[in-house]
């Protein structure tokens, strides 16, 4: 089995990496295999890829926007990713700081919002961003976290 995520076990699991089943309990969906660390131990099943679908994992990301190292600025960075299956995803990035800017504002409406692919990020730094994105692709989330990107042609 292919483990698709470690969660909390990154000592003992790899993403990407196949595991040899050893044992396994049908009614409460776990498997025991041998860890990275060379112990025996069960795991849920959730941590694998069960449907031996590809792993889809990031390659490269790119800014799409401008980066104002303005303290007011409001709006939100766009970003494009790169995927090991040849598809490219996008996502909106906001630091605390604008997210702050962006709520204070008196004419927002509605008072709120939930945007399914935003991310907030420590700063529009490069390494703080390349480390949000990295983790979010280690735990299998960053597909969730992204929209596909459909580049019209012209």
Not at 26 to 46: A, H, P, T, Y
Not at 96 to 120: A, D, F, T
Request: charged share 25%; proline share 3%; net charge negative.
């Amino acid at each position: 089995m292919i483990c698709r995520t470690s969660g909390v076990y990154s000592d003992e699991l790899t993403r990407g990496k196949l595991y040899k089943v050893i044992d396994m309990k049908q009614d409460k969906e776990m498997v025991r295999i041998k860890c990275d660390n060379g112990r025996l131990r069960w795991f849920s099943l959730f941590h694998f890829n069960v449907n031996s679908e590809d792993l889809v994992d990031l390659i490269s990301w790119t800014f799409d926007d401008e980066v104002s190292n303005d303290p007011n600025e409001t709006n939100w960075i766009e970003v494009s990713l790169k995927m090991s299956d040849g598809s490219e995803r996008w996502c909106i990035l906001y630091t605390p700081e604008r997210l702050k800017n962006c709520l204070q504002q008196s004419n927002i409406y509605p008072k709120g919002l939930h945007i399914k692919h935003m991310i907030v990020v420590k700063s529009y730094n490069v390494e703080d961003i390349q480390s949000v994105l990295d983790y979010l692709n280690q735990e299998d989330e960053l597909i969730g976290a992204t929209l596909p990107l459909n580049r019209s042609s012209s």
